[in-house]
């Protein structure tokens, strides 16, 4: 049995990703199933979604936690994620990042394959999403099903859904990740570190599903407790000021969804760019120009 | 000194809400019930009872009105039947996971299609597996002394478990009885102000009954089942401190009659207890060797006591009425199901369904069964009384 | 005469704090972030099921709100606040009890609860956050969904394009109860959304506010277009700004003159594919309200946000 697992980001189509390898499986008669962590993740939250596939058929039906396979849809979640957890030994990654595979650090030292999903997206389907791209570069990591397969799965679930020119550049996203992807070996340097998490027993458990301010485990629980929840990594733009433009006039502060706007003592504002999601609209609402939208890793 | 009066068992739970200094009462009306608030409107009215009285756009409303007033540390208080209690259904699992012990009053009455507003059980039972402690009674002086015990016991710190308190639609909450009332500065020694577990404050913010996912919520139910369990000893031990403070007692879960002798028993709960009496008065008469079990709990369920107080019979009868379709009554299937590795016979009795009435001939007739079933003759698993045409 | 408070000056201490889950650019936090600022921590907030719930409420030791936070189920809001409210009335607490529902727990599954609460003219506040679909399902049609809007219950197909009835008007059916006050809002007018939140927060009884906002996802428009959905749908009359209060409505702020709704349509994926004549019924559904609303013509209250952003004057004498 073939397992794979997919780390992406809400709004990204890592569920879609599985559903169509796993239907490229069946159209070539093997068995296979696809299903996403049943979670209530919005847009950027970090996603994963899971993918088996075998000759006969499959009744595990719990995650995957060793996967032969493993796809991160979006670099930055290397960083905040421990991704790479279980990985098998002999197994292989694939990551869409701009990063020769021998330049990206997974925690664990495997065949690695690494493709531009992203600008291959946008320059096929001007939208960065990359569900369909990185299924070409899965492909050149493991031929486990046939690019062909994979292209006629993505002409059933999305030529369908979409329209057959939808289905078209998906399937022709596909086909440029399979030939423009990089091979190698990714290094095994960062310590994947399990995510800090409150298990209390029974017993450790507060009485009524109801949680005061305090701490468990190092972190604090409670109300505002979320703020440990640093989205300043879900976006791919962050807000550029000018505070010689600025007229302060606070429009930016109202209209951040984040709170990431803070007023300082002369009202001028500064950006807390832990929380920004990049949605650009301080940019939008500023009739002076003193805030701009950079995509993130771009030059001054 | 303690007054007596002649009181529906709706009035009765009304003077048992004065009793208690509740305070919040969220209300909507629905037949068998509707005396219970129509009196406490008087009461608070009158100004015998200070309580903020909320007349509710539905029963799904009352019980969430309960349940928001209860989070903030309030005793709280509704009453419904039938389909306002299956209305509520969705709401009823929020205060036991909340641990919230709001008090409702449950007048039984049939649910659904091919019935009208009389007395079967097919409205509480369902409810069973929500989380809430359910207490059966007997007569108009359990009623009003169960809300005093009720609130005591789902407010003891060992508990903090929602109580519903279930009577018999019109056989209780539209019949006077004798009815003792104790006095007020009684009540106020033997139930103690409540003191919430947790309580929306914004001086002390909690976040209450926010998503929780399956790395919490096995623990979280878990405790649920221990804390109901833990209510089982509560129960024996509030009944005790009733007995001392006003004179009289219950039992506990179950309590016994003319158990002591007996060959068969038979298990009945509500108002089928008194009639049940009076059919194993005549029947001891005759020199019959039968007996009565009051199931007055059936959550927490009374196991341990029923597998003690059957032991020594030859044949063991449950009294059902409301039935799963297919699948017996629900008393049965949970007797049985205690009674397990027990090589006494235990046989089905459903009767007085969509509020028939249940007659002394009625209770005879499932000694009859019983009386076959211990020496030994094949009987019915399931026995419907009063049915006509062949089973 | 009392100074207004305005984005300048309302309070700038959060209470729906950063690190919640709501997608970026996302109408309902921008919404609920500010009305917490200005109701302050002596608040407690009820939401029911919605986006709300998950990505603000939290999951599970985790909440992004830092006052009293409860959830019990998704119809009963009214019902919910009225009996928090009863309960710190009894305990002799002045506390602002808040429920924030989203359209489809207001307009359909919560409308019963929520006449209730109106018509006891309860002391609560209750919002609407409007989003016109049930988001937190993944976009199906609501009662508040508009015309020929695309939802996943009212796909795009070879029968039907769209939804084929007219947005539910709320505010008809809440204020047709004597209740205290209330009004419209959008996050794209701010001063008059701060200036109705205040006056909601000083009044006593039943107080509703119904806050247009625009979704990311289900409308299938950019992040960064939030702001501008919400701005052109007053301009085009799909929204419109007023507040009734002792049974008197008045509009607070009244376009120059109505911008043809293709131009707030075309920013969305969700009416992309609406026919010319679909557009004209909604065009004519919108030339009705349009009259109704403003005209006999009422003369301009207020100067036009950008206005004021542009010459800054909002910023003077602050």
Redesign the interface.
């Known amino acids: 049995m073939y397992e794979i697992r997919f780390h992406g980001r809400g709004g990204q189509g890592a569920v879609m990703a599985a559903q169509t390898i796993a239907e490229a499986a069946i159209l070539e008669g093997k068995q296979a199933q696809a299903f996403p962590f049943f979670g209530a993740e919005r847009r950027g939250a970090p996603v994963m979604a899971f993918a088996r596939i075998d000759d006969k058929k499959i009744c595990d039906k719990t995650q995957v936690y060793e996967p032969d396979m493993l796809v991160v849809m979006d670099e930055s979640l290397l960083d905040i994620e421990p991704v790479a957890a279980g990985l098998k030994k002999g197994g292989c990654a694939v990551v869409n990042s701009k990063t020769a595979p021998s330049d990206l650090d997974l925690g664990i030292k495997v065949r690695c394959i690494s493709v531009d999903a992203t600008s291959i997206a946008i320059e096929l389907l001007r939208a960065p999403i990359v569900n369909t791209s990185i299924l070409g570069a899965m492909v050149r990591a493991n031929d486990f099903v046939s690019l062909e397969s994979v292209q006629r799965a993505i002409m059933n679930r999305f030529g369908e859904k979409l329209g057959e020119k939808a289905g078209r550049v998906n399937s022709d996203a596909a086909k440029a990740a399979y030939d423009r992807a990089r091979e190698g070996t990714c290094r095994g340097e960062r310590k994947i570190v399990k995510k800090n998490a409150w298990l209390p027993t029974w017993q450790e458990t507060p009485p009524g599903v109801a949680i005061g301010k305090t701490e468990k485990a190092g972190m604090a629980v409670g109300p505002g407790s979320m703020s440990q929840n640093l989205t300043g990594t879900w976006g791919g733009a962050n807000p550029v000021y000018d505070e010689q433009k600025c007229i302060k006039c606070q429009r930016c502060w109202f209209i951040c969804p984040e709170g990431c706007v803070h007023r300082k003592d002369d009202d001028h504002v500064e950006f807390d760019l832990r929380y920004c999601k990049g949605c650009g609209l301080c940019a939008k609402v500023c009739a002076k120009e003193a805030i701009t939208m950079r995509k993130k890793g771009a030059s001054e | 000194m303690r007054s007596v009066k002649a009181l529906t068992g709706n009035q009765a739970a009304a003077y048992g809400v004065k009793l208690c200094r509740v305070e919040v009462i969220p209300n909507y009306p629905i037949t068998p019930q509707t005396i219970i608030i129509e009196q406490i409107a008087d009461f608070i009215n009158d100004g015998e009872l200070d309580a903020d009285f909320i007349p509710a756009d539905s029963e799904h409303s009352a019980m969430s009105m309960a349940i928001g007033a209860a989070a903030t540390g309030v005793r709280t208080f509704t009453a419904t039947a039938s389909h306002g209690l299956a209305l509520m259904h969705e709401m009823l699992y929020v205060p036991p996971q909340v641990r919230l012990p709001i008090m409702l009053v449950n007048v039984n009455r049939s649910l659904g299609a091919g019935s009208g507003i009389w007395v079967e059980y097919n409205d509480s039972m369902a409810e069973r597996d929500s989380g809430w402690m359910q207490v059966y009674v007997e007569d108009n002086q359990e009623v009003l002394d169960m809300v005093l015990q009720g609130y005591r016991i789902a407010e003891d710190g060992r508990v903090v478990l929602p109580f519903m308190l279930c009577l018999d639609g019109f056989v209780l909450s539209h019949t006077v009885e004798r009815v003792e009332l104790p006095q007020q500065e009684e009540v106020d020694r033997f139930l103690p102000k409540f003191v919430p577990l947790n309580r929306l404050d914004p001086k002390v913010p909690m976040s209450m009954n926010i998503a929780v996912s399956p790395a919490h919520s096995m623990e979280m139910r878990y405790q649920l089942d221990r804390q109901m369990d833990s209510a089982r000893s509560v129960i024996k031990e509030v009944d005790v401190e009733f007995a001392k403070a006003f004179g009289r007692s219950y039992g506990g879960l179950i309590d016994t009659y003319q158990m002591e002798g007996a060959e068969v028993a038979l298990i009945t709960l509500g108002t089928a207890t008194s009639t049940a009496r009076v059919a194993v008065d005549e029947l001891r008469a005759e020199g019959k060797k039968v007996g009565l079990i009051k199931l007055r709990f059936m959550r927490p369920f009374p196991h341990e006591e029923l597998r003690k107080a059957t032991k020594h019979l030859k044949a063991l009868g449950v009294f059902d009425r409301s039935i799963s379709a297919n699948r017996f009554g629900p008393v049965f299937t949970e007797t049985r199901n205690s009674m397990y590795g027990s090589d006494i016979p235990i046989t089905d009795h459903i009767a007085g369904i969509g509020g028939r009435d249940l007659t002394v001939p009625v209770f005879k007739e499932m000694f009859d069964v019983l009386e076959k079933s211990a020496s030994g003759k094949k009987v019915r698993e399931c026995t419907w009384h009063g049915l006509r045409g062949e089973m | 005469m009392e100074k207004k408070m305005n984005?300048?000056t309302m309070p700038?201490e959060?209470h729906?704090?950063?690190?919640?889950?709501?997608?970026?650019?996302?109408?309902v936090?921008?919404a609920v972030?500010?009305v917490m600022r200005i109701l302050g921590?002596?608040?407690?907030v009820?939401v029911p099921a919605s986006?709300l719930?998950?990505?603000g409420?939290?999951?599970?030791?985790?909440?992004?709100?830092?006052?009293?936070?409860?959830?019990?189920?998704f119809?009963?809001t009214?019902?919910?606040?009225?009996?928090?409210?009863?309960?710190?009335?009894?305990?002799g607490?002045d506390?602002t009890v808040v429920g924030i529902a989203g359209d489809g727990g207001t307009f359909d599954i919560g409308l019963?609860?929520l006449?209730?609460a109106a018509?006891?003219n309860e002391d609560v506040i209750y919002i609407c956050v409007d989003n016109e679909a049930y988001m937190n399902t993944g976009t199906q049609r609501s009662g508040s969904t508009p015309f020929g809007a695309w939802t996943t219950t009212t796909p795009v197909g070879k029968r039907v394009q769209g939804k084929r009835q007219f947005k539910k008007d709320l505010m008809s059916v809440v204020s047709s109860q004597d209740i205290a006050y209330a009004a419209t809002l959008s996050?794209a007018h701010?001063n008059d959304f701060v200036q109705k939140v205040e006056k909601a927060k000083s009044k006593k009884g039943f107080r509703f506010l119904h806050i247009m906002t625009p979704c990311?996802?289900g409308w299938k428009s950019d992040?960064?277009?939030?702001?501008?959905l919400a701005r052109m749908a007053v301009e085009t009359g799909m929204w419109s700004l007023y507040e009734i209060e002792d049974g008197e409505t008045r509009v607070t702020y009244r376009p120059n003159e109505m911008v043809p709704i293709t131009e707030y349509l075309k920013l969305q994926g969700r009416f992309k594919h609406m026919s010319k004549e679909d557009i004209e019924t909604l065009q004519g559904w919108i030339c009705q309200k349009w009259n109704k609303r403003y005209c006999p013509a009422v003369p301009p209250l207020e100067k036009k946000e950008?206005e004021l952003?542009?010459n800054?004057d909002?910023?003077e004498g602050v």
């Open positions: 984005i300048r700038q959060d729906l704090l950063n690190g919640h889950g709501a997608c970026a650019g996302c109408g936090a921008v972030k500010n921590e002596n608040t407690t009820y986006c719930l998950v990505s409420g939290g999951m599970y030791p985790h909440s992004a709100f830092d006052v009293p936070f409860f959830y019990s189920a119809e009963n009214g019902a919910v606040i009225s009996g928090i409210k009863a309960g710190y009335r009894r305990q607490k506390v019963q609860a006449a209730g018509e006891r996050i701010m990311t996802s992040p960064s277009m939030t702001y501008d950008e952003a542009l800054g909002h910023c």
